[in-house]
């Protein structure tokens, strides 16, 4: 009876310390994997700075671009829409122009 209750003690504690061994590997394992997704955010942002910087005007247009379909889907009116028509309307019509002169004709 002593021996079983000895080796039954044993046991637990021998299930405990694999138990306490898991979490706090799964806790480390969780750990690197923030650590790492950090430096990969960190490492992306400063790859897209680095583009931003290397292309300036791309960067601006793109920017622009987002601002106004966000406007248009989320903000605008209806009035607003009916002068955006006529600035687009405007707008093809000095590229067509261009595009001519540019042909040559």
Known sequence: MKILSILLIVSLVALLALYIQ????????????????????NSQTEANKRWQEKNKERAKYISAR????????NHALEEDLDEFMGLI???????????????GI
Do not use: C, P, T
């Not at 987002?66 to 889907?73: C, D, L, M, Q, Y």
């Not at 309307?89 to 042909?103: A, C, S």
């Open 22 to 41: 898991g979490y706090f590997l799964k806790r480390e394992q969780k750990r690197l994997l923030k650590e790492r997704d950090e430096v990969g955010k």
């Open 89 to 103: 309307l405007e707008r093809k019509q000095m590229l067509n122009e261009m595009k001519l002169d540019q042909d």
């Open 66 to 73: 987002s601002r106004a379909r966000s406007f248009i889907k």
